[in-house]
């Protein structure tokens, strides 16, 4: 059974920087594509970024880009999304997902993905 444990939210000022962790386990990590999306109180769950198995394409949305790097350590069967410049827009739960086919993606929609992870807050004062 394929689990997704993320890690790594916080509370930051307006400027500040975290660094979020994707632990998976369950399958061969290194086959799939993986992907991060946020959802804001009140708001629709969003793409942020995602990430090819390989490592060598990525994604990401508009509101993010140049500010958020999304990577992967195969050999550690983890995911991280590095945050610098933080804004209080940036605000919500951060989920990371997993698609169920190999050796795609990545993928941008939610559709694509079958597993989630339970969320990590990210809090973000002005």
């Known amino acids: 059974q394929v689990q997704l444990v993320e890690s790594g939210g916080g509370l930051v000022q307006a400027g500040g920087s975290l660094r979020l962790s994707c632990a998976a386990s369950?399958?061969?990590?290194?086959?799939?594509?993986m992907g991060w999306f946020r959802q804001a109180p009140g708001k629709e769950r969003e793409f942020v970024a995602a990430?090819?198995?390989?490592?060598?394409?990525?994604y990401y949305a508009n509101a993010v880009k140049g500010r958020f790097t999304i990577s992967r350590d195969n050999a550690k069967n983890t995911m991280y999304l590095q945050m610098n410049s933080l804004k209080p827009e940036d605000t919500a739960v951060y989920f990371c997902?997993?698609?169920?086919?190999?050796?795609?993606?990545?993928?941008?929609?939610?559709?694509?993905?079958?597993?989630w992870g339970q969320g990590t807050q990210v809090t973000v004062s002005s």
């Open positions: 990430i090819s198995w390989s490592g060598s394409t990525t």
């Open positions: 369950g399958r061969t990590f290194s086959n799939y594509a």
């Open positions: 997902a997993a698609p169920g086919r190999t050796y795609s993606g990545p993928y941008v929609t939610q559709g694509q993905y079958n597993y």
